[in-house]
């Protein structure tokens, strides 16, 4: 099973053209959607049912804009409800993350790209042993065409259709 | 009680404007997110009053809970929904991101967290990065940034011995 967790705002904007171009790549698979773009879901109230469906998924994918070079607030939160520090998800063996910076790599790296510290040394950890983190970043979203972006939605779908393999 | 030891510390020398995150919501929402990149990017009172507060400000520091090892979600809301454009920083005709803090010239957090320092080490830290780098690039780098770790169960005296360092710059 696979765990898709996606968090934006607004529908018909980049990251959930990425959703859905992730949600096509899983083919027959249907994913347990973690939606927290719906202001009426109550995370706390939900973390239960996601650690049952996150207990049972081989594969995490999470989608999302990064901010202030970290997760949006709704997803930290979802990490703080879902993810204890006593919580082990011992079946994932891979996390996929897509996100897509306004800034250039550049200025994120002067960041510190804390998001991916927190994937790869504060979620990685509770997984299955040799857990891998795949990292699909598109950069200056700002000052980026539309070619770029149907790049990147391409590159999402061809590396989540890899994942079964 | 953090609060209130640090509030009586800053008050010897500012005037402290102090804003309860209980009921901010967490969530950028919708109608935010679309007017994110119009010129009127705020549509909501309570994120107005922060965001001019903020413009206002020469010090801006954060009292916060740590588990995970981003910042608290209520901390990094505020961060998403008021440091918007034309607040936290400015994009230029260009479409070039200038930053929009330079008057703050400190920032403090005062973390309650009771995890150890191997686990913070080996977590990588993310919330330190989130002001100390992310935010500070906005403010510059001559801005200074105190990182105040106490423990939940730390008595008054044991909170105010905590900054007393840090504080003397403040």
């Not at chain 1, 990425?18 to 202001?39: K, M, N």
């Not at chain 1, 709704?74 to 891979?94: C, G, H, K, M, Y």
């Not at chain 2, 990094?76 to 918007?84: E, F």
């Not at chain 2, 100390?132 to 008595?155: D, F």
């Amino acid at each position: 099973m696979v765990t898709l967790v996606y968090c934006h705002p607004v529908e018909g904007s980049l990251t959930s053209a990425v959703r859905d171009s992730a949600v096509e790549a899983l083919g027959g698979t249907t994913p347990h959607i973690v939606d927290l773009s719906d202001p009426d879901r109550d995370t706390a109230a939900l973390a239960m049912t996601d650690a049952d469906a996150l207990a049972r998924s081989s594969s995490l994918i999470l989608v999302y804009p990064t901010w202030w070079s970290g997760p949006p607030a709704a997803l930290q939160n979802w990490f703080d409800e879902v993810w204890s520090p006593s919580a082990r998800f011992d079946t994932i063996q891979r996390i996929v993350v897509c996100t897509s910076h306004g800034s250039s790599k550049f200025v994120n790296s002067l960041e510190g790209e804390s998001g991916k510290r927190t994937v790869s040394r504060y979620l990685r950890p509770r997984c299955a042993r040799r857990c891998r983190v795949e990292w699909i970043a598109l950069y200056g979203l700002d000052r980026c065409g539309p070619d770029r972006r149907a790049r990147h939605l391409e590159r999402v779908g061809r590396r989540i259709s890899a994942l079964g393999s | 009680m953090a609060t209130a030891v640090l509030v009586e510390r800053l008050s010897a020398r500012h005037r402290v404007e102090l804003i309860d995150l209980a009921g901010f919501g967490v969530a950028m929402t919708a109608a935010e997110r679309r007017a994110y990149e119009s010129d009127e990017p705020i549509v909501d009172a309570g994120v107005r009053s922060s965001a001019e507060a903020v413009t206002r400000a020469e010090v801006v520091a954060f009292v916060t809970p740590l588990q995970s090892s981003g910042l608290s979600a209520p901390v990094k809301g505020w961060i998403d929904r008021v440091l918007v454009p034309g607040v936290g920083f400015v994009i230029g005709d260009d479409g070039r991101m200038r930053p929009g803090l330079g008057h703050i010239r400190q920032l403090i957090t005062v973390s309650v967290d009771d995890r150890s320092r191997l686990r913070r080490l080996r977590e990588g830290d993310s919330a330190r990065r989130v002001v100390a780098r992310a935010l500070r690039l906005v403010c510059g780098w001559s801005t200074r940034s105190s990182w105040i770790r106490i423990r939940s169960e730390a008595s008054a005296a044991e909170i105010s011995d905590a900054m007393a360092g840090a504080a003397r710059r403040w």
